[in-house]
Nanobody, 115 residues
Framework: QVQLVESGGGLVQAGGSLRLSCVASGSIFRINAMGWYRQAPGKQRELVATITEGGRTNYADSVKGRLFISRDNAKYTVYLQMNSLKPEDTAIYYC?????????WGQGTQVTVSS
């Protein structure tokens, strides 16, 4: 099993910034993709951004140019730098990772952007 623990969520005003972190631990066997998804109240969970072991990134159109994903493979950690935050970014943000054994999710961290 792989455990994912997120940190860095909180309350911020519109236009502000936050940085989320997620550390993987446990039975880590060649983690491939890591990333972030989010779920707002009453909505389905949606992709925010992913990054492969080699550094290839993929972003949702709604966050391009404002949110930036990175990872430190030596530390099994993925980051999400969130800039120019908007009230519509308010959601629970979930860390994601996968390897040949399966997909893994963190417990989530709340991000609230006030207008």
């Amino acid at each position: 099993q792989v455990q994912l623990v997120e940190s860095g969520g909180g309350l911020v005003q519109a236009g502000g910034s936050l940085r989320l972190s997620c550390v993987a631990s446990g039975s880590i066997f060649r983690i491939n993709a890591m990333g972030w998804y989010r779920q707002a109240p009453g909505k389905q969970r949606e992709l925010v951004a992913t990054i492969t072991e080699g550094g290839r990134t993929n972003y949702a159109d709604s966050v391009k140019g404002r949110l930036f994903i990175s990872r430190d493979n030596a530390k099994y950690t993925v980051y999400l730098q969130m800039n120019s935050l908007k009230p519509e970014d308010t959601a629970i943000y979930y860390c994601y990772a996968d390897n040949f054994r399966g997909n893994y999710w963190g417990q989530g961290t709340q991000v609230t952007v006030s207008s």
